[in-house]
């Protein structure tokens, strides 16, 4: 059984931060390639950050310099910093696990689980 629970997500000004937290089985998390990905309304799924095992970050380019994705080992915990957040950010963010063979941005939110999801919500 996967299990990813996404917590997190709330209304935030534009240049304003917050940091997203999923907590994810042991099994998927010492296996699998994670990360994370978005969906606005009537917009396609982005995949916006992801890891590999050894904690090798990837980020999309919408989202360098102000998203940075990391890994609590001991608490089997996938993080997602997001600050500067500007109104194009606002989206359900998800937590995600690829399948293997999968992995890279373009992976996520296509194959493997999910989450629930958690709500971004920047407004002036």
């Known amino acids: 059984q996967v299990n990813l629970v996404e917590s997190g997500g709330g209304s935030v000004q534009p240049g304003g931060s917050l940091r997203l937290s999923c907590v994810v089985s042991r099994e998927i998390y010492t296996t699998r390639y994670m990360g994370w990905f978005r969906q606005a309304p009537g917009k396609e799924r982005e995949g916006v950050a992801g890891?590999?095992?050894?904690?090798?970050?990837t980020v999309a380019d919408s989202v360098k310099g102000r998203f940075t994705i990391s890994q609590d080992d001991a608490k089997h915990t996938l993080y997602l910093d997001m600050i500067m957040l500007k109104l194009e950010d606002a989206a359900t963010y998800y937590c995600?696990?690829?399948?293997?063979?999968?992995?890279?941005?373009?992976?996520?939110?296509?194959?493997?689980?999910w989450g629930p999801g958690t709500q971004v919500t920047v407004s002036s």
């Open positions: 890891i590999d095992r050894d904690g090798t970050a």
């Open positions: 995600t696990a690829l399948p293997h063979p999968f992995h890279g941005l373009w992976a996520l939110g296509r194959f493997g689980d």
